[in-house]
Structures are given as C-alpha cells and as structure tokens.
C-alpha cells in the first residue's frame, strides 16, 4: 500500500524565519512529488512540484527531493503569518493519481 | 494552471436524496479527479473521471453510490445517491493540466440531516 507520511504538527516559527516541511514516501517508484497549502475551509492550492533529485525554487518557496531516502521537503523562507496553514505533501507514483499524506500544520507567529 | 470553477459550493440535504455536484475546467485537462475530505482529514480519491467512458473507482467506492459522468475535456460531475450523514463531507474535484499540475476546484460542502 502506497504511504505518504507527513508530522501533522503543529510547526511553530517566528516570522521571518525559515520553515521546513517533511514528507517521505514509500513507493520507491513515485515519480513526482507535489507541495499544496490549504488553509482552514478553503481547497488545496498548488505550491510547486518536482520531479527530479535536488532542489527546485519559486520565490520563497524551494522543494527538495531525494529519491534514495524517499524524501521530500518544503522549505518556506521569509515566513509570513499568511503562511499559516495545512500543508499536504502528496505523490504520483505513475498511474496519474495522487497519494496524499495528512499535513503538517504550520503556525507564522508575529 | 487550469482554473476550476465547482459548484454547488455547499448544500444541507435530507438523507436518502441525492446531489450533483459540477466542475468547469477553463481549459483542457488531460484527466479529471473527485476527492473527499472528511473534516480534519486528508484526501480522500474516489474516483478518476474518464472522457465518455465509465470512471475509475478506488477501492471502497462504487458507482450506484458515486455515478460520475466527463461528456467532455472540461467538463465533470459526481452525484451522492441516497445519501446517509456519513456522506457528509468536502467534496473536491480537480484536474491535471499540461504543465504536470493538478489544481483543485473550491470544494462542497455537504451536510446531510
């Protein structure tokens, strides 16, 4: 059975600092690895993706992937109180389909 | 990123009715998906909704429960039938578009009493 596995936290960072989110996976198969925030009442908004081992960087916001351990993070810089939300970690393992974990809670104190 | 508008965005229902929930991709998706989330929770995948064909349920699901139609690329529907309290739920659509990324609909509610 396809596994996902994520801290659910909560993450608890000053403002300003940085944040970093983990994830691993137990499909040694997966091929692409998705990053979404979702806050309270609201859908899942996409983050970024990646595909490939190392690191991938959007603004603040840089994934890094290591297939030989299985892993996955976020690292979120700068961090806003807006950041305040649930982070899901989820995985293709090539059927198209994704495979969520449960999310981290991250928590931006002023 | 492909935009999805999804509605109804909430409903309260009366157990053994049945809702259909809609989802309009603004551009063409390769595939679409139904999701649910229970409150807390994470997500759930109920079925891959397939272009003119029957979907692709995942285990635990059914079609009499869950009928999902895709008439074309953009366009989807779930129905909840006969629904029971335990259906309450979010329910997600979303859609993987050309650039790789899968983009969800704002989600309904649903209530049943």
């Known amino acids: 059975q396809k596994e996902v596995e994520q801290n659910s936290g909560p993450l608890s960072v000053p403002e300003g600092a940085i944040a970093s989110l983990n994830c691993t996976y137990s499909?040694?198969?997966?091929?692409?690895f998705f990053w979404y925030r979702q806050y309270s009442g609201k859908s899942p908004e996409l983050i970024m993706f990646?595909?490939?081992?190392g690191d991938k960087e959007d603004g603040r916001f840089t994934a890094q992937l290591n297939k030989a351990s299985q892993y996955v993070s976020l690292l979120i810089r700068d961090s806003q109180p807006s950041d305040s939300a649930t982070y899901l970690c989820?995985?293709?393992?090539?059927?198209?389909?994704?495979?969520f974990g449960k999310g981290t809670m991250l928590l931006v104190s002023p | 990123s492909a935009v999805i508008s999804q509605k109804p965005s909430r409903d309260i229902c009366q157990r053994g009715t049945s809702l259909t929930i809609q989802c309009q991709v603004d551009s063409q998706v390769t595939m679409m998906f139904w999701y649910r989330q229970q409150p807390g929770q994470s997500l759930t995948l109920i079925a891959t909704?397939?272009?003119?064909?029957?979907?692709?349920?995942e285990s635990g699901f059914v079609i009499d429960k869950f009928p999902i139609s895709r008439p074309n690329l953009t366009f989807s529907t779930l129905t909840v039938s006969n629904m029971s309290p335990e259906d309450s739920s979010i329910y997600l659509c979303s859609g993987l578009g050309g650039d790789g990324g899968y983009t969800f609909g704002s989600g309904t509610r649903l209530t049943v009493v």
């Open positions: 499909d040694r198969g997966s091929q692409s």
């Open positions: 909704a397939n272009q003119g064909s029957e979907a692709t349920y």
């Open positions: 989820a995985v293709n393992s090539g059927y198209s389909t994704l495979t």
């Open positions: 990646i595909y490939s081992n």
